[in-house]
């Protein structure tokens, strides 16, 4: 059998679907952020995680600021990272939460309702309808 493996739209799809999963990249993100800061820029590893944080948060109060272009760079690469990976994803799976229907059928639920369906049309010998074709406007 052929291996799975993900396309990066899908990769993104199955992490923004899972809040949790979104945190745990967060937290890391922080802690990875901060040793690396303190280690570039001779901090206390507190001093890091204060200066990841407050850079993710895009507070930026100014009171630690990296001194070298490699903390410069550093803060480029995590504030873009946060900006436009972290942020886009919890966003994306707050709204998801907000709009999922209820009351929608699980595929399951729907394999299920088809194979019951065809089970009755088949002891009751009626042939059932073809089904609606999918249209992309839909």
Same mark, same amino acid.
């Given at each position: 059998?052929?291996?799975?493996s993900?396309?990066?739209?899908?990769?993104?799809?199955?992490?923004?679907?899972? $809040?949790?999963?979104?945190?745990?990249?967060? !937290?890391?993100?922080?802690?990875?952020?901060?040793?690396? $800061?303190?280690?570039?820029e001779?901090?206390? =590893?507190l +001093?890091?995680?204060? =200066?990841?944080?407050?850079? #993710?948060?895009? &507070?930026?109060?100014? +009171?630690?600021? *990296? #001194?070298? %272009?490699?903390?410069?760079?550093?803060? &480029? &690469? $995590?504030? %873009?990272?946060?900006?436009?990976?972290? !942020? *886009?994803?919890?966003?994306?799976?707050?709204?998801?939460?907000?709009?999922?229907?209820?009351?929608? $059928?699980?595929?399951h639920?729907?394999?299920?309702?088809?194979?019951?369906?065809?089970? &009755?049309?088949?002891?009751? +010998?009626?042939e059932?309808? /073809? *089904?609606? /074709? %999918? %249209? *992309?406007? +839909?």
């Amino acid at each position: 059998t052929r291996g799975y493996s993900m396309s990066m739209a899908q990769m993104i799809r199955y992490v923004a679907n899972r $809040f949790w999963l979104i945190m745990l990249i967060y !937290v890391a993100s922080l802690l990875i952020a901060a040793t690396l $800061f303190a280690l570039i820029e001779a901090r206390a =590893w507190l +001093d890091g995680l204060w =200066w990841a944080v407050i850079t #993710a948060l895009t &507070i930026g109060y100014g +009171d630690i600021t *990296p #001194a070298t %272009h490699a903390g410069r760079m550093l803060g &480029i &690469i $995590f504030g %873009h990272f946060w900006i436009f990976g972290i !942020v *886009p994803m919890i966003v994306a799976n707050i709204i998801t939460k907000l709009l999922y229907d209820e009351h929608q $059928f699980s595929h399951h639920e729907q394999e299920w309702t088809k194979a019951s369906l065809k089970r &009755i049309a088949a002891r009751l +010998d009626v042939e059932l309808p /073809t *089904p609606p /074709t %999918h %249209h *992309p406007d +839909d």
